[in-house]
């Protein structure tokens, strides 16, 4: 089951059969199946090995593909703690781009009431969304 996860995330990295020219096909590359594919993970049992994996990983395109799959399972299954993880990254995040795609990701996410979003209160108070463009009030 690692191994699968493992596979599925290099192949969301993989960059090698992209080919700018006339009549190349985005629809055909390895990383766009791989994300469709993540996109339609339901299979609970990966939750704790993305979260693993984002526990550990220091390359932010590796974690941003993890993200992507993690949020989509999260979605798919409706797994709490998986939302919770995703919420909580939003703290230790540094990068601009993959809070922007945790973002995303959450803002997918059925929430619970009792979800704690202080995390993202927080996040949206500071520099690190800096980007976003919609005056926050609370």
Known sequence: MENYVTDL?????????????AGYQSSDTI????????????????????????DKEKDKKKRDKAYFALGHLAKNTNDVAALN???KQVEKEKDKYIISSLLDR????????????HPL??????????????????
């Open 9 to 21: 995330l290099d192949r969301m990295n993989y960059t090698d059969d992209r080919n700018m020219e």
């Open 31 to 54: 990383s766009w199946k791989a994300h469709r594919e993540a996109e339609s993970l339901k299979d609970a049992a990966f939750i704790p090995l993305l979260i693993s994996f984002l």
């Open 85 to 87: 993880f995703l919420i």
């Open 106 to 117: 959450i803002a997918a996410l059925n929430k619970p009431a009792g979800t704690d979003l």
């Open 121 to 138: 209160l927080q996040a949206l108070k500071s520099d690190k969304c800096s980007y976003v463009t919609v005056p926050f009030k609370p």
